[in-house]
């Protein structure tokens, strides 16, 4: 069974359960005092299709032996790759027009690893992803001030920060940093 078949059927429109979706794939990330558990789902909006989806620490890392530092919605960007077999950077050549991601936290703008931050990768595709839902935005944990939704709407990419989950997204993007301090 391929990952879209197993993707849950969602209404049209219904982004509370996209988003909920999208912390089932968070709670899906281990824990740790170093990062957030982040999920993370793209949906093709045209035809209400879950095209992929991603939490954090989910798949290995940019570099060769990096063990995984992916943030999720860089998993949801690898899987769709794959899949199709193009390199991450040709991703807005296969992507339907609506594609719409569901994320549990704001995309990041700055990567303590030195890895390619997450509103660089979807200002790299803004021709077809034009909308992110956010649960939370990120708090100043590692990072003191993170403008990725900024940085994103100045780009012309709407944010839309759903928050009638936000209890439960803290607590589940928190679980490793709050178990430890």
């Not at 391929?2 to 281990?30: F, Q, V, W």
């Not at 899949?83 to 990041?108: D, Q, S």
């Not at 003191?144 to 936000?166: D, F």
Request: net charge negative; hydrophobic share 35%.
């Amino acid at each position: 069974m391929s990952e879209c078949d197993s993707h849950p059927r969602i209404a049209t429109g219904d982004h509370e359960a996209y988003m909920a979706y999208a912390l089932s794939r968070a709670r899906l990330s281990p824990p740790a005092a170093t990062k957030f558990c982040v999920g993370a789902v793209l949906v093709d909006a045209h035809t209400n299709h879950i095209l992929s989806t991603g939490y954090s620490l989910e798949l290995p890392g940019d570099r060769p032996g990096d063990p995984g530092t992916t943030h999720a919605e860089h998993c949801c960007f690898i899987k769709m790759a794959e899949k199709h077999g193009v390199p991450e950077a040709e991703l807005a050549k296969i992507l339907p027009t609506n594609t719409v991601l569901y994320t549990t936290m704001e995309p990041c703008g700055e990567r303590l690893s030195g890895n390619k931050a997450c509103v660089d990768r979807i200002l790299a595709l803004k021709d077809v992803l034009k909308t992110v839902y956010i649960g939370i935005r990120e708090p100043g944990t590692f990072i003191a001030s993170n403008r990725g939704q900024e940085w994103l709407e100045t780009a012309g990419v709407t944010v839309i920060q759903m928050k009638s989950m936000e209890d439960q997204i803290l607590e589940v993007s928190l679980a490793g940093i709050r178990s430890d301090g």
